[in-house]
């Protein structure tokens, strides 16, 4: 499940510690990611996603830029709504990404992930 952002960031201090009680943790991760980035305390497994880095930045700026925008209600709610659809956009395509990743969902069966 996609966790960049702050759930990635509360996360990252829970492995640390795993790590130093001498537990292996393995982060999948796609290649394009806010706040994932590799570490010496865990191993990453990236797979490729079908957009870029400016594309998720573009979208998450322009999700929280509207926030301050003028407007009625409902023109407000529409924003957020349409703003919501294009992020969730990235989550479900990274999750499908990682799905159809033979190789890594290999992987992550043999090391009983």
């Known amino acids: 499940v996609p966790v960049d952002g ?4 509360s996360m990252r201090e829970v492995l ?5 009680r001498g ?6 991760a796609p290649e394009v990611a806010l706040h994932i980035k590799p570490s010496k305390n865990f191993v990453m497994k990236m797979y490729p996603v079908p957009y ?3 594309d998720l930045k573009k979208q998450f700026q322009a999700f929280f830029h509207f926030s ?12 957020a709504y349409q ?4 992020i969730t956009y990235f989550g479900v395509t990274s ?15 043999e090391s009983k992930f």
């Open 6 to 9: 702050s759930h990635w960031l």
């Open 23 to 28: 537990h292996e943790v393995v982060v999948v």
């Open 52 to 54: 870029t880095q400016e």
């Open 68 to 79: 301050f925008e003028q407007g009625s209600f409902l023109e407000r709610f529409v924003k």
């Open 83 to 86: 703003g919501i659809k294009r």
């Open 16 to 20: 640390d510690i795993l790590r130093q």
């Open 95 to 109: 999750c499908g990404h990682l799905l159809e990743n033979k190789e890594l969902i290999r992987y992550l069966e």
